[in-house]
């Protein structure tokens, strides 16, 4: 049974640019939260996605923006990048209803902005 | 902002219990704790849960305290690949994200 999948697994952006991120989540569950997690500090929440609809938002700027398929997989969207951007981002999936225990994280996506 | 206190860093001995505090003074009734770890270069690992009564499962024991503004978590056999990043949590059992602290770095020696 996979996990949680996210793609790609390091990414290079110049500042400016804009950047989609990619997530699968786990089988069965079928809603997904983006973290992101600067060096060396805990990850922060940026948003979360149920029936492909933003349910909960993080204290992020618009310049992020996600997007949840009908197949439950989900998108990150980071507009007109900024070095401070350059962090871990991280997926997690759960089955909507079952608590904490039902969060899986991915292993990320390391964006350096340059 | 998160609403724990842990320590910075500490240090365990291959095949002793590594005990791992957590503060969380300002927790409300409905509000649970929550233990989860990461190592390195993966994204955190679900360990544990627990309420008000002690908790204990495969991997960990939780204990909190019956006023409930601490918590340890135990970790009986610890093993080297147990070194990890452990964050403390506190939130309500269906809320929807997780705030992490700094967490604990515990180092597993042999």
Request: hydrophobic share 30%; aromatic share 10%.
């Amino acid at each position: 049974d996979a996990g949680v999948t996210q793609s790609p697994t390091h990414l290079i952006k110049t500042r400016g640019q804009q950047v989609t991120l990619r997530c699968s989540p786990k089988s069965g569950h079928d809603t997904v939260s983006w973290y992101q997690q600067a060096l060396g500090q805990g990850p922060q929440f940026i948003f979360q996605y149920y029936e492909e609809e933003e349910r909960q938002r993080g204290n992020f700027p618009d310049r992020f923006s996600g997007h949840q398929f009908p197949n439950y997989s989900s998108e990150l969207n980071v507009n007109a990048l900024l070095l401070g951007d350059s962090a871990l981002y991280l997926c997690a999936s759960s089955p909507i209803g079952q608590g904490n225990y039902g969060y899986t994280f991915g292993s990320g996506t390391r964006l350096t902005v340059v | 902002d998160a609403k724990t206190t842990q320590p910075t860093s500490m240090d365990c001995a291959e095949g002793r219990a590594a005990n791992l505090p957590c503060n969380h003074s300002t927790i409300s009734g409905n509000e649970y704790v929550y233990w989860y770890r990461q190592i390195h270069s993966q994204g955190p690992q679900y360990i544990i849960h627990g309420l008000k009564n002690n908790e204990t499962n495969e991997m960990a024991s939780l204990i909190i305290t019956e006023d409930r503004k601490s918590s340890t978590l135990i970790l009986p056999h610890a093993t080297l690949r147990d070194t990890a990043v452990y964050y403390c949590i506190v939130r309500m059992e269906y809320g929807n994200k997780l705030v992490f602290g700094a967490g604990t770095i515990l180092r597993v020696k042999s």
